[in-house]
């Protein structure tokens, strides 16, 4: 079940407070989708109507990660690396699971310049054997006929997850390489019958980010909570719905 509060009163950012504000990745994301639902979730405490959880795409989740596991407490190449070309282990790191941990957790910078402490929950991370550049890679689950990309307008936001990711650990002082690695997982469903299982073809898909975006967002998203008004209505679905819900309400 999804629980949906209508207004929250907790870890909302205070203009006047000395703390750190804990930023996550997909909220940096809601700023550059729509400045006026970043301003309300995040200093009003009025966020959109939350989506459904994807339970399969966790479970694929949760065993990719196991499956990687095994690799790396072996030091050992990955079939997939073979497969596709990435000369890579898994990396192996002391805060492996914190920056791979949910809600809590997640790798983190601190931007002095805004007092904003960006944050972003990681799914794997593998180190080049040639260079010793740190990958990020992100794990995807979909089930479609034909060949899986990340080409779609829609899947900007997976690059710029990445793009952030790579910024993070940047600033963390690892050397990050710009070639970022989707695990895309296709559920197959041209089987004659199911079996109680699920079969997936797994492609690796390379992309060649670029986090030079990321400190201006930071910047401009600090400048916007500053205000003491929310920005006025986007091209966005959300803002268009409520201003139709208003404006319905006002004539009745």
């Known amino acids: 079940m999804v629980t949906y509060y209508r207004r929250r009163v907790r870890g909302l950012f205070d203009p006047k407070s000395p703390k750190p504000f804990p930023l996550s990745r997909s909220k940096l994301e809601l700023f550059i989708e729509c400045r006026r639902c970043f301003y309300?979730?995040?200093?009003?405490?009025?966020?959109?109507?939350?989506?459904?959880?994807?339970t399969l795409n966790s479970a694929v989740d949760k065993l990719l990660k196991k499956e990687f596991d095994t690799y790396r407490v072996a030091g050992s190449v990955h079939p997939l690396f073979e497969k596709f070309g990435v000369n890579a282990i898994p990396f192996t790191h002391e805060e492996l699971e914190k920056w791979r941990l949910t809600p809590n957790g997640g790798a983190a910078y601190l931007h002095t310049p805004?007092?904003?402490?960006?944050?972003?929950?990681?799914?794997?991370?593998?180190?080049?054997?040639?260079?010793g550049q740190l990958v990020i890679a992100d794990y995807k689950a979909t089930a479609k006929s034909g060949e899986v990309s990340i080409d779609a307008p829609?899947?900007?936001?997976?690059?710029?997850?990445?793009?952030i990711y790579q910024w993070i650990f940047r600033r963390n002082g690892f050397t990050v390489s710009n070639t970022a690695y989707f695990v895309y997982c296709n559920g197959k469903t041209d089987g004659t019958s199911f079996d109680a299982k699920l079969e997936f073809d797994i492609k690796l898909i390379p992309y060649e980010g670029t986090d030079a975006w990321v400190e201006a967002a930071i910047i401009n998203a600090h400048e916007t909570l500053m205000n003491d008004q929310p920005p006025p209505p986007e091209d966005c679905d959300w803002c268009a719905y409520f201003e139709a819900r208003s404006a319905t309400q006002k004539r009745e």
Not at 40 to 54: Q, V
């Open 154 to 163: 829609w899947q900007a936001g997976y690059k710029r997850q990445m793009e």
């Open 114 to 131: 805004t007092n904003l402490l960006i944050k972003g929950v990681i799914d794997d991370i593998w180190l080049l054997r040639v260079d």
């Open 40 to 54: 309300l979730d995040r200093r009003l405490g009025i966020g959109r109507a939350p989506g459904f959880p994807f």
